[in-house]
């Protein structure tokens, strides 16, 4: 690991010059617990505590670590590899240092990004101006309150935002809201929703639906329309138990969808109730 340590410090670190210990006596080299840290690239510098010496700074900023952590996330760094990566730079094939006396490295080191992120009520707000009013207006009063940004952290506060759709999830009984950054550098889409009973459109739309096809029904079981006739011969469908047996049957009564008529079997006088399934097909459970 010290091999690694040493190889990738010289390559990102080829150009830097470390003064020698004569030169600068460093007095502090010390790394934080938690760090905070700008957008853009991290580099080894970042983690270094106020007071650390200069010249280390300067040579630690040519490591890099990666990108600084999104907003409202971390990163977690193990002080041993980072330990490493310190003394790789004390021994630098080009450059020879002495370790800075008093060396501190927590065993871990937690990364955040600086600044703040918007709050679920800045969300919340956002939606009230942008949900279509149409949409919403079976939802119940105060619904902005009652948003649940679970998904939603770590927004950067002055990021605008773009809402892409707007649905009511019968299943969950909630609303949901897909939004996204405007930049999609900012953040990735996320989405958020509000738990409520279903809005008075969806209500009426159901009980439409539910009348419409109970009239459609009733008509044709009750209308003109007769899916089998008196005396007709008929296929009768009757299952039980696994077992499925279609067998010809002689109608007594005509009937329409969802009627039950009487049959009798064509080679005996046995008599049973059997349901119009559909055209000269009926269903019976004996």
Do not use: Y
């Not at 700008?38 to 505590?49: E, S, Y």
């Not at 990666?66 to 977690?76: D, I, K, Q, T």
């Amino acid at each position: 690991m010290r091999r690694f340590a040493i190889a990738l410090v010289s390559g990102m670190f080829a150009a830097v010059s470390l003064p020698c210990a004569a030169e600068s006596a460093c007095t502090k080299l010390a790394v934080e617990a938690t760090v905070e840290v700008g957008q853009g690239a991290l580099t080894l510098a970042d983690l270094l505590a106020p007071g650390s010496c200069p010249q280390w700074r300067e040579a630690a900023a040519q490591v890099s670590l990666g990108a600084a952590p999104r907003l409202g996330s971390a990163r977690v760094l193990d002080g041993r590899r980072v330990q490493l990566l310190f003394e790789a730079l004390a021994n630098h094939p080009e450059q020879k240092v002495e370790e800075a006396p008093g060396m501190q490295i927590p065993d871990r080191i937690v990364v955040q990004r600086a600044g703040a992120a918007k709050s679920c009520a800045d969300i919340a707000g956002f939606l009230a101006s942008a949900a279509p009013a149409d949409e919403m207006a079976g939802a119940p009063s105060g619904w902005q309150e009652k948003v649940d940004c679970a998904a939603a952290r770590g927004i950067p506060e002055r990021a605008p935002l773009e809402l892409t759709k707007t649905i009511w999830n019968a299943a969950l009984r909630r609303w949901e809201f897909a939004v996204r950054c405007a930049r999609p550098e900012d953040c990735v889409p996320f989405l958020v929703w509000v738990r409520a009973d279903a809005p008075r459109g969806v209500v009426q739309r159901t009980a439409l639906l539910a009348e419409s096809a109970t009239r459609a029904l009733a008509k044709a079981g009750s209308g003109g329309e007769r899916l089998v006739k008196r005396g007709q011969v008929a296929m009768l469908t009757w299952e039980q138990g696994g077992i499925r047996v279609v067998l010809p049957v002689i109608c007594l009564d005509a009937g329409g969808l969802g009627e039950f008529v009487r049959v009798r079997f064509r080679n005996g006088a046995r008599t049973l109730q059997a349901e119009v399934v559909g055209e000269g097909t009926l269903r019976a459970n004996l």
